[in-house]
């Protein structure tokens, strides 16, 4: 399996998520079915983020394009999810593309981490310790879309990249942190990650995740402007 099924996997998932979530009522089973069945998208964004980061030549680059993007879905994510964004005029709830951005700000400086302080494992745990606890209080501060979890979840699959059993682990211990309910789901993504293959696939589409995510959030809300669903 390689990364562009892992990632249209993550993208019809998500899209079965969030249309749960704009269009049908919380106390249906549907809907329920269908926030549970995305759940698998997260871990495996997050996932290939990492895997991205790793294969890039321009780290910065890939930062840029996460920061736009998420600036750009700001607004349909707003409209879309208004009823838990918006407060007193003071928005509540960030896009995911913002805990993207700030995981992989984490784990850049990870690297460079590691590479200045290779000799000294101290500083090195030190200083890498930092930089994951500032990371996650931001994206609490911000309270980005998974806040603190999604980094430690991208920060997971970054450290145990390579090692499929901690990896597993990782990733459900991750879950656990938002409790007993059906984010536990999102492990079963590990059951698609398992089997990546390490190759990228086609890359003809290089941004059907950057224009799909605002994409399909403002269509959504401009669905649920119907009559059908007021």
């Known amino acids: 399996m390689n990364g562009y099924i892992l990632k249209m996997i993550a993208i019809i998932t998500m899209f079965i998520d969030h249309m749960a979530a704009v269009l049908l009522p919380p106390d249906s089973t549907v809907y329920w079915i269908c926030r549970s069945i995305g759940r698998l998208a997260f871990p495996i964004f997050c996932f290939l983020l990492v895997e991205g980061f790793k294969h890039t030549k321009n780290t910065k680059k890939y930062l ?111 879950n656990l942190l938002f409790g007993l309910g059906i984010q536990l789901l999102a492990a079963l993504s590990i059951l698609f990650i398992w089997f990546y293959n390490g190759q990228r696939g086609p890359q003809g589409n290089k941004y059907i995740f950057y224009v799909f995510y605002p994409a399909h959030i403002l269509f959504l809300y401009l669905i649920s402007l119907l009559p059908i669903f007021q």
Do not use: W
Not at 106 to 120: D, G, R, W
């Open 64 to 174: 840029v394009r996460l920061g736009i993007f998420a600036l750009i879905s700001e607004i349909p994510f707003d409209l879309a999810f208004s009823e838990r964004t918006v407060q007193n005029g003071f928005l509540l709830h960030q896009n995911v593309f913002f805990t993207l951005f700030m995981g992989l700000v984490v784990i850049y400086f990870m690297s460079i981490i590691h590479n200045k302080f290779a000799k000294n494992l101290f500083l090195d745990i030190l200083f890498n310790g930092l930089a994951v606890i500032a990371g996650c209080a931001l994206a609490n501060f911000l309270n980005t879309d998974y806040k603190y979890m999604g980094v430690l979840l991208i920060i997971v699959f970054y450290v145990f990249r390579g090692n499929k059993i901690f990896l597993a682990v990782g990733v459900v211990l991750a």
